[in-house]
């Protein structure tokens, strides 16, 4: 396993300058988000938010498993261009590549799978809501594992604010059409879980590993587990698609997949696996926002409070404003 260089990940520098709550000796300093830290939480919210309907346009041409095989490979192939320009070290013991197989099955292969598969039948709305269930899970799960990710109830109260912000911005109702005979909306529960397992396995495993390393080795694994299925199941595609379908797959691949895990394993080892679930709680806003924008869906006026409770949460996590209003 590789050694990281010093400033590989973002634990040194802008981000490791917030100070840390000072605790008993006997208790792990708590992980927390430092301000930088805050920002790519938002702009992953925003990316993520985006593949929504990235989805959508691909599944008018392509099938489930084509589409996330079609995204994990394409993506890999530009990480491992940019690990081999960079001249970073390659692990070569089974032990990593274990570990990169066992986290492309959580974070990639099931969950897109799942998540893919459910937009077919699920509402966007409940859709939203239920993937937002990824940051309960996450916190949860890492409190669980890691000492310094305990579930505090400063914590507590502020995921669930989030969530009850997603929820306003989605609808209260939708809620209403959840039906746990439905195997599309178990689906998208099972996709939450997995990714707040995978985000735990992350920071567990992966941190030895330059960050893009990971993602590249990560992805690979993930796309030899989706394409022999996707060929058996699908057939091999016929490349024939419209303009809007390869800039759909492009967003995906280089944006959403690519360019965002490496966002994303830059920070986890500075604000640990359950403060990394909370972007979830981003990605249904913005899904909505660049809905109404690309196709010209009107916001209404419980969006608004939505956002105002989703703040709030964020807030109340981060506990800032809370101590400066002691």
Known sequence: MSKPEPGDDLRQGA???APRPQVASHHPVQKSIPPLAWAVIGVLGVIWGGSFLSNVILLRELGVLTTVAARALLASLVLWAYV???????????RAWRDFAVMGLLNVALPFS????AQIHVPSGLASILNAATAIFGVLIAALVFADERLTRQK???VALGFAG???????????RFDPTSLAQLALIAASMSYGFGGAW?????TGHKSQVAAAGMLTMAAAMLIPYALWAEGVPTLDYLPATWAALAYLSLFATAGAFLLYYRVMPVVGAGNMSLVTLLVSPVAIVIGAVVLNETLEPRAFAGFALLAAGLMVIDGRVLRLLR
């Not at 081999?84 to 089974?94: I, M, Q, S």
């Not at 799942?114 to 598969?117: E, H, M, P, Q």
């Not at 997603?166 to 209403?176: Q, Y």
């Open 15 to 17: 981000l490791s300058a």
């Open 84 to 94: 081999l320009l960079a001249g970073l070290p390659v692990p070569r013991t089974w």
């Open 114 to 117: 799942l998540i893919v598969w």
């Open 156 to 158: 507590a109260a502020g």
């Open 166 to 176: 997603v929820a306003t911005v989605i609808g209260l109702e939708a809620l209403t």
């Open 202 to 206: 992350a920071r567990a495993r992966l």
